[in-house]
């Protein structure tokens, strides 16, 4: 008897191990790049981060080496959409996988690249197909539309959110999202924002998006604007509370920006126009990049503060005024609220001359 008890506990524990195995869920991403052996190649992933140089995107970037029949990698089990890149027999293959947690097969068959992976991603698949994501990509910066392709691109961002509300909870809709309504307006955020599941909020694509909504309030007109600290040209700390009693017009721009370096004799016109007194200005670079910011103002011979925003901060300055294109350009008032925010159909010139005469 107590043998046969002995046998069936063995006989559940066994079973019992066996279940929890076909259960465990995998805790690893793992790539496996599928070839015929006869060249060698290259894999490389794009970053899912968001990244502002190529510093930053060169480190982001996940390379290895095809030497093999099968070649298996594998990375961290972040779920984002990344874009895969395979170069083999003087052929490059590129695709986009959805990944996280789970394995994928990526076979280079009679020069098609044929990828199986997880129900996620096959699960993303069926929504890029829906929505039209790839033909999206090609036609953002396409200037020449068809009627068709307009049509297409005017229609999107609303076939989107109509997705986002059938799927709450998708984070691949998230990053989607992130990329078609980082320069949204308040309402379209807000639109956004509630169709997604509030627990997706705090998510790497979302939280973004809800920063923005939250400082658009903040910085609209009328409102204190918010302070800072930063270092000049010449290393020194400059602070929105030092330009308090007088006018403050800060310019956001970069050294790379045409349209801002297209500005400056409009602003040195300005400069000259009005004394310090009337009038301060001051240029917040956005440039990630040192040194060339440091030779921009050499170059440009700006005769204003110069500071640069801090990458370091846990939100950037540009953030907090909501700048998602440059140049951009607002008025603070002598008690530090937002007066005006420049339009590109504005003269900046006949603006300032309203307020400040």
């Given at each position: 008897m107590k043998k046969t008890k002995f046998i069936l506990i063995i006989a559940t524990l066994v079973l019992s191990a066996c279940n929890n195995a076909e259960n465990k869920k995998p805790d690893t991403c793992k790539l496996n790049i599928n070839v015929d052996g006869s060249s060698n190649g290259i894999l490389t992933i794009a970053p899912y981060q968001r990244v502002e140089t190529k510093e930053a995107y060169n480190k982001f970037t996940i390379k290895d080496s095809i030497k093999q029949k099968t070649t298996t990698i594998e990375i961290d089990t972040v779920k984002a959409i990344r874009r895969i890149s395979i170069n083999y027999n003087n052929k490059t293959y590129q695709t986009e996988i959805f990944t996280g947690p789970g394995e994928f097969n990526l076979s280079i068959i009679n020069d098609s690249l044929?990828?199986?992976?997880?129900?996620?991603?096959?699960?993303?698949?069926?929504?890029?197909?829906?929505?039209?994501?790839?033909?999206?990509?090609?036609?953002?910066?396409?200037?020449?539309?068809?009627?068709e392709e307009e049509n297409f691109k005017t229609s999107f961002a609303s076939n989107l959110i109509e997705t986002i509300k059938k799927h709450p909870k998708n984070i691949a809709l998230a990053q989607t999202a992130y990329s078609q309504f980082w320069g949204a307006d308040a309402k379209t955020l807000d639109t956004v924002l509630n169709s997604f599941d509030s627990?997706?909020?705090?998510?790497?694509?979302?939280?973004?998006?809800?920063?923005?909504?939250?400082?658009?309030?903040?910085?609209?007109?009328?409102?204190?604007?918010?302070?800072?600290t930063l270092k000049s040209y010449d290393n020194k700390d400059v602070s929105l509370t030092d330009y308090k009693g007088k006018y403050l017009l800060i310019d956001f721009w970069a050294y790379w920006c045409g349209p801002c370096i297209k500005g400056f004799p409009e602003l040195k016109e300005i400069r000259e126009t009005y004394t310090e007194d009337q009038l301060s200005i001051l240029s917040i670079s956005t440039d990630k990049n040192?040194?060339?910011?440091?030779?921009?103002?050499?170059?440009?011979?700006?005769?204003?503060?110069?500071?640069?925003?801090?990458?370091?901060?846990?939100?950037?300055?540009?953030?907090?005024?909501?700048?998602?294109?440059?140049?951009?350009?607002?008025?603070?008032?002598?008690?530090?609220n937002i007066v005006y925010k420049h339009k590109y159909t504005d003269s900046l010139t006949e603006e300032l001359k309203k307020i400040l005469n």
């Open positions: 044929i990828v199986k992976g997880t129900p996620k991603h096959k699960e993303f698949i069926k929504i890029k197909e829906t929505l039209g994501l790839s033909k999206m990509e090609r036609l953002r910066y396409k200037k020449d539309l068809t009627p627990s997706l909020h705090t998510n790497y694509f979302v939280a973004p998006l809800v920063e923005r909504r939250k400082n658009l309030d903040l910085v609209a007109v009328g409102m204190p604007a918010p302070t800072f040192y040194d060339k910011w440091i030779e921009a103002v050499d170059k440009h011979k700006l005769p204003w503060t110069q500071v640069i925003d801090d990458a370091k901060l846990p939100v950037s300055i540009g953030s907090k005024y909501t700048v998602i294109a440059i140049p951009h350009l607002i008025l603070i008032s002598p008690e530090g």
